[in-house]
């Protein structure tokens, strides 16, 4: 059986993910459930009552004095699964024909674990380039649970996702099974969109991400040494960030951000300008996290 799993919390475009979701499982030759795993306290029952016969709905209260509770629910979801094949994507997300038997044939041979990609539907943002960088590449070195499948034992044998992060649970858990020696197989078949709302939220998204990836980091310390190699954005941005005073004494200063952007001209300026600043913001992040703690 495969089963996917959705966490959620006071999103209404959990209805339409239900939807796309529901209609690719019936197609498959594999006998597959749905589970949602909800912690909006009853604020979103219509969509539970509206997909009654197709999903199965678990009511979610967080643990005393947690605010986000995402690795809980997952842990939550995955327990209360009856598949050996467990497939994560995110409420929001509207998977593209195909999606599911795609990203799950990996695991019906002889592989444990298995990522897509995530499109952005505006073509704009971090999001959108961080798809198009996965292209050609057969094993990835982390994956998000935005579009994630894996077999129950590589879930056991881990330990299943780190309650002690708010966000950052899901590299966490990628990079704790990397660790082991499983392989994460990339499928560029597999897709889903997600609209990652207005500038403003986004950002807020890329700055919590860049604080999570000091925790990263603050566990995963052996990951250190190949940081400047493996993941330049998390030095390279929070480094221009310290340097922004020296706009005062150079006021060109900013305008080294063209370097990068130049790299996403043929997607024209508002993407380029878009992609830097998210990328800002995620420096900026990493920074809290660092001088934060």
């Not at 499109?119 to 943002?125: I, L």
């Not at 590299?171 to 990339?186: A, E, K």
């Not at 006021?251 to 830097?276: K, T």
């Amino acid at each position: 059986m495969i089963s996917v799993v959705i966490i959620s919390k006071d999103e209404a475009d959990l209805d339409d993910t239900l939807a796309d979701v529901a209609d690719q499982a019936s197609s498959l030759a594999d006998p597959c459930e749905i589970v949602v795993v909800d912690a909006s306290s009853g604020r979103l029952d219509y969509i539970r009552q509206r997909h009654a016969g197709a999903v199965r709905w678990l009511d979610f209260q967080p643990p005393p004095g947690v605010r986000v509770s995402i690795p809980h629910q997952r842990n939550v979801g995955v327990r209360e699964a009856r598949g050996d094949i467990i497939v994560f994507t995110d409420a929001g997300c509207r998977p593209r024909p195909g999606w599911l038997a795609s990203l799950t044939a990996p695991l019906r041979q002889d592989e444990c674990i298995a990522a897509g990609i995530t499109k952005d539907p505006s073509g704009e943002g971090r999001w959108e380039f961080a798809a198009e960088k996965v292209r050609g590449v057969t094993y990835l070195r982390e994956a998000a649970t935005i579009n994630f499948a894996f077999r129950r034992t590589a879930f056991d044998a881990v330990g299943g996702f780190d309650e002690n992060f708010q966000y950052g649970s899901d590299m966490d858990f990628s990079w704790r099974l990397v660790d082991m020696g499983y392989r994460i197989r990339c499928v560029p078949e597999a897709i889903v969109e997600h609209d990652w709302g207005t500038p403003r939220r986004n950002r807020r998204r890329c700055f919590a991400y860049g604080k999570a990836r000091v925790h990263l980091y603050h566990k995963h310390r052996g990951r250190l040494k190949s940081i400047v190699r493996t993941d330049p954005i998390c030095i390279v941005y929070p480094l221009f960030v310290l340097g922004l005073p020296l706009t005062l004494i150079f006021p060109l200063y900013p305008f080294l951000l063209l370097i990068p952007a130049w790299r996403y001209r043929s997607r024209g300026v508002v993407a380029a300008v878009r992609v830097q600043i998210d990328w800002v913001t995620y420096g900026a992040g990493v920074l809290s996290g660092l001088f934060g703690r």
